[in-house]
T-cell receptor
Framework: GEDVEQSLFLSVREGDSSVINCTYTDSSSTYLYWYKQEPGAGLQLLTYIFSNMDMKQDQRLTVLLNKKDKHLSLRIADTQTGDSAIYFCAEKLEGGGNKLTFGTGTQLKVEL | NAGVTQTPKFQVLKTGQSMTLQCAQDMNHEYMSWYRQDPGMGLRLIHYSVGAGITDQGEVPNGYNVSRSTTEDFPLRLLSAAPSQTSVYFC???????????FGNGTRLTVT
């Protein structure tokens, strides 16, 4: 079955790196996504990775995918106060159209 | 370019009332979908549409109806609101079933 899990909270100091982790159970994932949600707003697509890749870097963001362990992570370098938000990982399954299964979200708090 | 527009932003209903949540996109996206977001549960898919005239059920469709008479609009109807439908509702669209989803800013619905 489909299940995507994330830890609920992460607190980091400004300037440090943040690593947000996600595990999933279904091995037929085709794409895995990271979305950011700021208070009162919708979900903003940050980045995504195709399931046959193991890493993707985009400016301060690095996505690592370990297919064997079904583990996805998002690293934010030089974390800023503007990065405080809820981060969702989501998977799209093979043959699932564009239906995404979301994790419960990780609330990132950046402290001065 | 407005993207995905949802109205209203906030709504309070009494149990048994009906209402329609509006969603419009101006990106000529074929795929549109509705999710609900509840605390500790991530986002769950209610209904989706792969093109005008075509709709299908998602994970939690009970109590909701949709229609897709045009490419641009995908309204979500609650025929008889229940307190269990208190949630934040997000509409999302994508160019096709292989492209990333773009989300609206959400409608916060409270049913008393």
């Amino acid at each position: 079955g489909e299940d995507v899990e994330q830890s609920l909270f992460l607190s980091v100091r400004e300037g440090d790196s943040s690593v947000i982790n996600c595990t999933y159970t279904d091995s037929s994932s085709t794409y895995l996504y990271w979305y950011k949600q700021e208070p009162g707003a919708g979900l903003q697509l940050l980045t995504y990775i195709f399931s046959n890749m193991d890493m993707k870097q985009d400016q301060r963001l690095t996505v690592l995918l370990n297919k064997k362990d079904k583990h996805l992570s998002l690293r934010i370098a030089d974390t800023q106060t503007g990065d405080s938000a809820i981060y969702f990982c989501a998977e799209k399954l093979e043959g699932g159209g564009n239906k995404l299964t979301f994790g419960t979200g990780t609330q990132l708090k950046v402290e001065l | 370019n407005a993207g995905v527009t949802q109205t209203p932003k906030f709504q309070v209903l009494k149990t048994g009332q009906s209402m329609t949540l509006q969603c419009a996109q101006d990106m000529n996206h074929e795929y549109m979908s509705w999710y609900r977001q509840d605390p500790g549960m991530g986002l769950r898919l209610i209904h989706y549409s792969v093109g005008a005239g075509i709709t299908d059920q998602g994970e939690v469709p009970n109590g909701y109806n949709v229609s897709r008479s045009t490419t641009e609009d995908f309204p979500l109807r609650l025929l008889s609101a229940a307190p269990s439908q208190t949630s934040v509702y997000f509409c999302a669209s994508s160019l096709d079933i292989n492209s990333p989803l773009h989300f609206g800013n959400g409608t916060r619905l409270t049913v008393t």
